[in-house]
């Protein structure tokens, strides 16, 4: 699977995902991706030329900082939403240490803890989607997996995909992202580090998003529960402005 933006590969429409009752997502409306701070020119220019509106960006201040989003000409709203990336200190750590078998639980409990933690967020995130005036619109943390995919899991949950469709979204980003994971992994190994032990901060795997599905299953009861109750999002409204027959 290959991105429409080759500077940024885990950019993707989340259109044609079909829904339980057979509509599916409108396409050109809803992107999810990895930050924006190596688009090259051309890409950039794929963007205004989509006419791009609004941009939601999961990152922390830290990270934004550090790589700023470059600008869309189109774009007529930032929206910051600031979920905090717990989990890059304690994989420094880690990564220092050689510590695989760390590594491995680090994003384990990382959507534990955003599925507690963040609920006020991912509520923000549902209600602008369902109100917003600008869209085309793209939402992304760093690398579009993590933070992205949870939010993801929780907007088409009020869509109405069924699940099947949830993780093969979900999973997909291992497709879309394998180039630059190998990059990274490369990269960190010439260094002098063991570049390979970073894997599992590379990929989205089944074991993470199970972890926050069985923490909403024990607590809020399910998936649809947690996402109409407590993310209090507005499924009729949001089905009628993203899908389509």
């Not at 997502?25 to 950039?44: H, K, N, T, Y």
């Not at 869309?72 to 890059?88: C, F, L, P, S, Y």
């Not at 680090?106 to 549902?126: A, E, I, P, S």
Request: hydrophobic fraction near 40%.
């Amino acid at each position: 699977m290959h991105s429409i933006l080759a500077s940024q590969p885990n950019f993707r429409d989340l259109g044609g995902i079909v829904t339980i009752d057979g509509r599916k997502v409108r396409p050109g409306l809803l992107f999810r991706s990895g930050d924006f701070f190596s688009l090259a020119p051309e890409d950039i220019r794929k963007l205004e030329e989509m006419d791009l509106s609004a941009i939601i960006d999961f990152r922390a201040h830290r990270e934004i900082a550090g790589r700023p989003d470059k600008p869309v000409g189109t774009v007529k709203e930032i929206i910051h939403i600031d979920i905090h990336d717990a989990a890059r200190d304690r994989a420094e750590k880690f990564l220092e240490e050689n510590n695989a078998a760390g590594l491995e639980k680090v994003l384990v409990h990382d959507y534990v803890r955003m599925v507690n933690n963040h609920q006020q967020d991912f509520r923000r995130f549902l209600e602008i989607l369902a109100n917003t005036s600008h869209l085309p619109l793209v939402y992304h943390c760093a690398a579009g997996k993590d933070r992205t995919g949870l939010a993801t899991v929780f907007l088409l949950s009020a869509l109405g995909v069924p699940m099947q469709h949830i993780w093969d979204d979900y999973m997909a980003t291992n497709l879309y992202a394998e180039s630059s994971t190998q990059k990274i992994i490369r990269k960190v190994t010439e260094s002098g580090l063991n570049g390979e032990i970073l894997r599992p901060l590379l990929e989205v795997r089944k074991e993470y998003l199970e972890a926050a599905l069985n923490e909403i299953v024990h607590k809020y009861r399910n998936l649809q529960h947690f996402v109409t109750e407590v993310l209090k999002a507005d499924c009729e409204k949001l089905q009628e402005r993203y899908l389509t027959k």
